[in-house]
């Protein structure tokens, strides 16, 4: 049992360490390894199998949106970069560079892609010439680099894998649907699959993205009561069509500038269910998300028909979950732990004497809480049980969010609670970046959104500054 024990304290607690609490149990888990390109990490095998599933539900539902899978070039000519003048300066310092090819010097510069806009505008511009062309809605799976200065797994690397969406419309309205439709799913999906509950809105002039005219975004809240932007979705209007000169002939045989969106979402979603969900044990994995949602157990292996009956469970439940038999030679404790931190959902315990009883017992990883179950149940029961730890650990993650929304009325109280509280602050806003650039540069606080669904009018004035106001913004400390 010693080395079971040794096992939990390799991770330090979350309420001692937050940030070397989310480093241990990545690392325990055995989810990334750092690699010898600073700031860049390997994903290993238990997390990319996290990736794998969000990745093929994510792309089930963009398909069924009516999204078509492509792929770019990873490099982007300089002087293509340099079309869309906001775009550029929005990512100038995070950009690498490509300058030789071979040993000889490139005539121009590569930019390894930081995002794909342009390289979207510049195909576009030679697809599209009808309306009958249109729209375009199109997606692609890749990884882009940003030459970060800080980085932590998941969360923010150099190199990181993602979906970027890029699309094109005869309308503005067209677009803008398209652009609260995509939101929408991502949130669906976060609240849905990750048991992520999430705040759905549009950013402000200052956080919206560089060349675009309207983002909206997910923000959802980590244990530590942090903001962590979790997927965002672009209204770019024309701007990038008229600078690319992606136009095309209306029914009236006009011609007419497209109206663009893009939309994101990366591997930070695995920091997000890390932040969310895990505990001092490991990780906690929503049963809908995890590479493996039941491990069966075998106590006393060695014994006559324990083996065989855990071999036997283990192929039944193979048909209605994504089960797994541990029959490697450890002790059942280390099992247990092992299980614990990888964060399987459930783990079924099956000793000589439940095969006597013809039952075995049902562990949740989110609760802890034992049930037996008759051998003959176990098909129902499992998928049921399944279905209560994800259910569950979305309404704890939505009861810890909203038991750490605060509201502020003026900046004392703004103060406070960045200071003492972790958690979403509600304050009223006057519109004007002064105020935003203030909060942020004297309390480390950001606007994280200007939510869709509570538009309450919680003071007549700005937190800020003390004039009147009208927006009600969510604020908070983030990742």
């Keep these: 049992m010693a080395k079971d024990k040794k096992l939990v304290e390799a991770i330090t607690s979350m309420e001692e360490d937050f940030a070397q609490w989310y480093t241990d149990v990545v690392k325990k ?32 539902r963009f398909k069924a949106a009516g999204v078509e899978n492509v792929y ?50 510049d195909f576009y511009h030679n697809l599209i010439q009808s309306y009958r062309d249109l729209p375009k809605v199109y997606n692609q799976w890749c990884s882009v680099v940003r030459w970060e200065k800080e980085t932590r797994p998941f969360l923010r690397s150099r190199e990181f894998l993602w979906q970027e969406g890029h699309t094109a419309h005869a309308t503005a309205e067209e677009a803008e649907q398209r652009t609260v439709q995509m939101l929408n799913l991502y949130a669906d999906f976060c609240e849905e699959v990750l048991a992520l ?34 997927g965002t979705s672009h209204n770019f209007g024309d701007g990038f069509a008229r600078a690319f000169e992606i136009q095309y002939t209306d029914k009236e045989n006009k011609l007419q500038y497209v109206h663009q969106t893009s939309w994101g979402l990366s591997t930070r979603l695995i920091g997000a269910i890390i932040m969310a969900h895990g505990d001092d044990s490991g990780l906690v994995l929503p049963p809908r ?32 979950c994504r089960a797994k038999l541990d029959d490697s030679d450890k002790s059942p404790g280390w099992k247990f732990s092992e299980q614990e931190m990888r964060g399987i959902p459930v783990r079924i315990e099956l000793g000589p004497k439940d095969i006597e009883a013809g039952k075995c017992v049902v562990v949740r990883r989110d609760t802890r809480e034992k049930i037996e179950v008759d051998f003959a149940d176990l098909e129902t029961k499992v998928p049921q049980i399944l279905d209560a730890v994800q259910n569950d650990m979305f309404e704890r993650a939505r009861a810890h969010r909203d038991a750490h929304i605060w509201d502020a009325h003026n900046y004392e109280e703004l103060a406070d609670i960045a200071v003492n509280k972790p958690g979403f602050i509600r304050g009223m806003w006057c519109g004007a970046q002064a105020c935003e650039d203030k909060i942020k540069e004297d309390l480390a606080v950001t606007s994280r959104c200007m939510p869709f669904h509570d538009r309450e009018q919680i003071a007549d004035t700005c937190v800020c500054c003390g004039k009147p106001a009208h927006k009600l913004v969510y604020w908070g400390k983030a990742y």
């Design 197 to 230: 509950p999430v705040i759905r809105g549009q950013k402000t002039e200052k956080e919206k993205f560089a060349g675009a005219e309207e983002t909206y975004t997910i923000e959802a809240l980590m244990h530590d009561g942090k903001a962590l932007q979790s």
């Design 29 to 60: 888990a055995e989810l990334i390894d750092y690699s010898s390109v600073k700031g860049c990490m390997i994903i290993k095998p238990a997390g990319y199998a996290i990736w794998e599933n969000i990745q093929a539900e994510l792309d089930r």
């Design 72 to 121: 770019m070039p990873m490099f982007i000519p300089e002087s293509l970069l340099e079309r869309e003048k906001d775009h550029v300066e929005g990512f100038a310092p995070e950009v690498a560079w490509v300058t030789h090819g071979g040993m000889n010097k490139l005539q121009e510069r590569l930019c390894v892609r930081p995002t794909s806009e342009t390289l979207f505008c």
């Design 289 to 320: 998300i995890a590479p493996v949602q039941a491990v069966v157990i075998p106590v006393q292996q060695r014994k006559e028909g324990v083996l065989e009956k855990a071999a036997e469970l283990c192929g039944r439940l193979k048909t209605v």
